[in-house]
């Protein structure tokens, strides 16, 4: 069965830093992998997934994510942190075509002024 | 080009009461999932349709929870009769084809069971 895991609870990041939301899976065969954040009192949205092809992924918001088949890892980036990107971050893989679709736990970033 | 739509937004009842939310996704997109999302945790899969078949329902606790996708377009998940720990919300995605496709979530229902 597909689980996914996000080791940190809470990330701090101070604005104008670079910051780093881990995320690590295990899947049976090719992985389908998907970044999304929730923002208080509203849905997930979309921020950028790994299907296949180059290992490094740009998405919304400036972010982007490398996708490391080795260490089983989907880690979620950014340059250059805004407070407004606090918010909760949930990392989600599946395969076989979206059966078993498997959210983390979430982290949640905060973004220090 | 719309959202996805869930109702009601907030439902309060009492355990062992029955409750049921209502989802209408995407114009066109041919899957859609029912997840719950316990507060503080990952949203965790109840059920996926692909149309109106049911491609899995493996996490839905099928004692208490059941769910319809009639026509392949609207779609309604019940709870009968509900429990403290149902206490969660409740979201709606749908996807346009497969696995590779983004999902777009509703707002969510948030259910509150005393």
């Known amino acids: 069965a597909q689980s996914v895991a996000q080791p940190e609870d809470q990330v701090n990041v101070a604005e104008g830093n670079p910051l780093t939301v881990k995320c690590t899976y295990s899947v049976s065969g090719n992985p389908y992998l998907f970044w999304y954040v929730q923002y208080p009192n509203r849905g997930l949205q979309f921020l950028l997934k790994?299907?296949?092809?180059?290992?490094l992924v740009k998405g919304s918001y400036g972010f982007e994510a490398e996708f490391n088949k080795s260490q089983t890892s989907f880690h979620l980036k950014k340059p250059s942190a805004l407070v407004s990107d606090s918010a909760l971050y949930f990392c989600a893989v599946t395969h076989n075509y979206g059966q078993n679709f498997v959210f983390g736990p979430g982290t949640r970033l905060s973004v220090l002024p | 080009e719309a959202g996805v739509a869930q109702s009601p937004r907030y439902k309060i009842i009492e355990k062992r009461q029955s409750v049921a939310f209502w989802c209408n996704p995407i114009?066109?997109?041919?899957?859609l999932y029912w997840y719950q999302q316990i507060l503080g945790q990952g949203p965790k899969l109840l059920i996926q349709f692909q149309n109106n078949g049911v491609v899995d329902d493996s996490q839905l606790p099928k004692d208490r929870f059941s769910a319809e996708r009639l026509k392949g377009v609207d779609s309604t998940l019940k709870i009968q009769p509900a429990k403290l720990e149902d206490s969660a919300v409740y979201l709606c995605?749908?996807?346009?084809?497969?696995?590779?496709?983004?999902?777009?979530f509703g707002p969510g229902t948030r259910l509150t069971v005393l």
């Open positions: 114009s066109g997109h041919a899957t």
């Open positions: 995605a749908s996807v346009r084809a497969g696995g590779s496709d983004t999902q777009y």
């Open positions: 790994y299907i296949t092809g180059d290992n």
